[in-house]
T-cell receptor, first 114, second 109 residues
Framework: GAGVSQSPSNKVTEKGKDVELRCDPISGHTALYWYRQSLGQGLEFLIYFQGNSAPDKSGLPSDRFSAERTGGSVSTLTIQRTQQEDSAVYLC????????????FGPGTRLTVT | RKEVEQDPGPFNVPEGATVAFNCTYSNSASQSFFWYRQDCRKEPKLLMSVYSSGNEDGRFTAQLNRASQYISLLIRDSKLSDSATYLCVVRGSARQLTFGSGTQLTVLP
């Protein structure tokens, strides 16, 4: 079946602009996660959605970052007033209710802030 | 101290060799453990979960030592296609996963 999809695959933006990154999880997966990975670094947790529960935003690095998940499916990560240090690959993952800690990742969005 | 620590490598081994990676975690309350692999410029993919009794999947064997707070991954008869970065992943009492920075493996012909 279809995996996790993300768009765009690449995004180049100027410092100070806002960007929106989209994630479409695997159908039926109730949990959705956002991570970012800087060059040569490990994955950094950003935010977690589980069903209709309040999201766990504990990993968001600043108030310039926000995310929403509409209808329990598609999610959008928004970065306002982008900075050069925001440059990274942003990865989305989803997991099923029965195996909620086995996460399946999308291909990521490579964000470059110039 | 990082929550999950791995030797970054690189490990360069000949085809057919056996190679082992270790990972340590700092939170004794950690509840779930996984190994993921990540190919260059690709997303991480789940390789296997790690169970307390140890588990095997083909050429791959994972072990968990709760007392010493480490996890291991053994790859037997390594193939060229095993070349990747192997990520140790731990879940604590919170719902999100914590990823190690990864161990790079290159299998040489």
């Amino acid at each position: 079946g279809a995996g996790v999809s993300q768009s765009p695959s690449n995004k180049v933006t100027e410092k100070g602009k806002d960007v929106e990154l989209r994630c479409d999880p695997i159908s039926g997966h109730t949990a959705l996660y956002w991570y970012r990975q800087s060059l040569g670094q490990g994955l950094e947790f950003l935010i977690y959605f589980q069903g209709n529960s309040a999201p766990d935003k504990s990993g968001l690095p600043s108030d310039r970052f926000s995310a929403e998940r509409t209808g329990g499916s598609v999610s959008t990560l928004t970065i306002q007033r982008t900075q050069q240090e925001d440059s990274a690959v942003y990865l989305c993952a989803s997991s099923s209710p029965g195996r909620k800690y086995e996460q399946y990742f999308g291909p990521g969005t490579r964000l470059t802030v110039t | 101290r990082k929550e999950v620590e791995q030797d970054p490598g690189p490990f360069n081994v000949p085809e057919g060799a056996t190679v082992a990676f270790n990972c340590t975690y700092s939170n004794s309350a950690s509840q779930s453990f996984f190994w993921y692999r990540q190919d260059c410029r690709k997303e991480p993919k789940l390789l296997m979960s790690v169970y307390s009794s140890g588990n095997e999947d083909g050429r791959f064997t994972a072990q968990l030592n709760r007392a010493s707070q480490y996890i291991s991954l053994l790859i037997r008869d390594s193939k060229l296609s095993d070349s990747a970065t192997y990520l140790c992943v731990v879940r604590g009492s919170a719902r999100q996963l914590t990823f190690g920075s990864g161990t790079q493996l290159t299998v040489l012909p």
